[in-house]
């Protein structure tokens, strides 16, 4: 400490002691006004959706990966997919049981818990997918989908039924088609959804250890 910082704190006590002396409460340290916290100007989506940062200690899911080129988001795509397969073809099985379900007991119980099945399968998918979440959730919805539709009309040929049976081609085809792209987009929001629930998990858990240590 200096000389100057010496006779500074020397003179600062003596005119605390004076102002004991009088029985005057000394004065306030000047402390800095913490800043306001601002409002959540997001919109509806943010607020429901709060921002989740990705997931900790993850290694990079494209080590390895080597593709280039104007299709590289499709090589992208296939390669994680088959890095990890289990992901989207095991939440897929169970998607195509949720789907039978809710195809075949549309007004009933059992349509309600296909539908809960294929759903919670599709988050399943994108809470196991952290590489690319909708991704996953996508694939597994399509897998599900062929599934049920091959059951579905395997089992209509069974009882004798022909390709008339169904109506002309084209607009089989094109209910078909029309049918995987609802899937499809089920899919992609269900993945969306259950990595976005793994990342705020983890976020939440991160948040909450030091307050339990401090406990």
């Known amino acids: ?81 088959r890095r990890n397969p289990l992901t989207w073809i095991l939440p897929g099985v169970i998607a195509s049981v949720g789907f039978l379900a809710s195809f075949s007991y549309a007004t009933g119980i059992l349509g309600l818990v296909g539908t809960f099945l294929l759903f919670g399968a599709l988050i399943a998918a994108g809470w196991f997918g952290w590489q690319r979440p909708a991704l996953f959730g996508v694939a597994a919805a399509l897998v599900g989908f062929f599934i049920a539709t091959a059951i579905v009309l395997f089992s209509f040929s069974q009882q004798g039924a022909t390709p008339d049976t169904f109506g002309e081609p084209t607009q089989v085809i094109g209910q078909l088609i029309l049918q995987g792209l609802y899937q499809s987009a089920l899919g992609f929001l269900g993945g969306w959804y259950g990595g976005y629930l793994r990342r705020r998990q983890t976020q939440l858990s991160a948040q909450q250890a030091p307050r339990r240590r401090r406990r």
């Open 1 to 81: 400490m200096s000389t100057e910082d010496r006779s500074a704190s020397r003179a600062e006590a003596r005119r605390r002691a004076r102002l004991a002396t009088r029985g005057e409460p000394p004065e306030p340290d000047t402390i800095d006004p913490e800043p306001e916290p601002q409002p959540n100007r997001g919109g509806f989506l943010s607020r429901m959706f709060p921002p989740a940062p990705p997931l900790p200690n993850r290694p990079d899911p494209l080590a390895g990966f080597s593709g280039s080129g104007p299709l590289r988001v499709v090589t992208e795509s296939l390669y994680l997919l």
